[in-house]
């Protein structure tokens, strides 16, 4: 199992980011894929959920209006945009896949390497 | 939301040494815990699932404990690979959340 992120991004405030996470090693659309927030130095934030199988979402209420979650099955890869950036937006954006098959609560048993966002002017 | 309280949010051990950090949630998540290990600047990496379930590759020498609200991670006889950060999360139900962390660093 892979999963591989964009590369680093540079925004200016107020703009937008849409960032990858490619899947492989696995059937995609058996697996819900997660998206995590860590800004420099501090704890994990569960963004939401995507679920390429029957591609139902779930958003953390929080960023359910900074962050729209979508997924190509053709390329197996999900993205994540984030909208009307800020400096809180500022962070490393990490996916991460289900522990295991369908949508029943379970760990992240796999994790990308991570995109670091950085909104500047 | 379900909080996660993680305690201590540091150590300082020697090679060698046992440690125990928990885990307190803020209602009954029912072993529904996984803890993760990340080092500086890679990502995070599952050791434990279902509390008390080591992920494949773990060494025996990390277990988990707990049941209801309070949870455990132990790491017996420390290795220098060891050091980095650990957090544990809920995953009974969204939001998913997680413990602040505990900074593992060598005496």
């Known amino acids: 199992v892979q999963l591989q992120q964009s590369g680093a991004e540079l925004v200016k405030p107020g703009a937008s980011v849409k960032l990858s996470c490619k899947a492989s090693?696995?059937?995609?659309?058996?697996?819900?894929i997660h998206w995590v927030k860590q800004r420099s130095g501090q704890g994990l934030e569960w963004i939401g959920w995507?679920?390429?199988?029957?591609?139902?979402?779930k958003y953390n209420e929080k960023f359910k209006d900074k962050a729209t979650l979508t997924a190509d099955k053709s390329s197996s890869t999900v993205y994540m945009e984030l909208s009307r950036l800020t400096s809180e937006d500022s962070a490393v954006y990490f996916c991460?896949?289900?522990?295991?098959?369908?949508?029943?609560?379970?760990?992240?048993?796999?994790w990308g390497q991570g995109t670091l966002v950085t909104v500047s002017a | 939301d379900i909080q996660m309280t993680q305690s201590p949010a540091s150590l300082s051990v020697s090679v060698g040494e046992t440690v125990t950090i928990t885990c307190r949630a803020s209602?009954?998540?029912?072993?529904?815990l996984a803890w993760y290990q990340q080092k500086q600047g890679k990502s995070p990496q599952l050791l434990v699932y279902?509390?008390?379930n080591l992920a494949d590759g773990v060494p025996s020498r990390f277990s988990g404990s707990g049941s209801g609200t309070q949870y455990s991670l132990k790491i017996n006889s420390l290795q220098s690979e060891d050091f980095g950060s650990y957090y544990c999360?809920?995953?009974?139900?969204?939001?998913?959340?997680f413990g602040g962390g505990t900074k593992l660093e060598i005496k």
């Open positions: 995507f679920y390429p199988g029957s591609g139902s979402i």
């Open positions: 991460a896949r289900h522990g295991y098959y369908g949508s029943s609560p379970a760990w992240f048993a796999y």
């Open positions: 090693g696995y059937t995609f659309t058996e697996y819900i």
């Open positions: 279902a509390a008390t």
């Open positions: 999360q809920h995953f009974w139900g969204t939001p998913y959340t």
């Open positions: 209602e009954n998540i029912y072993s529904n």
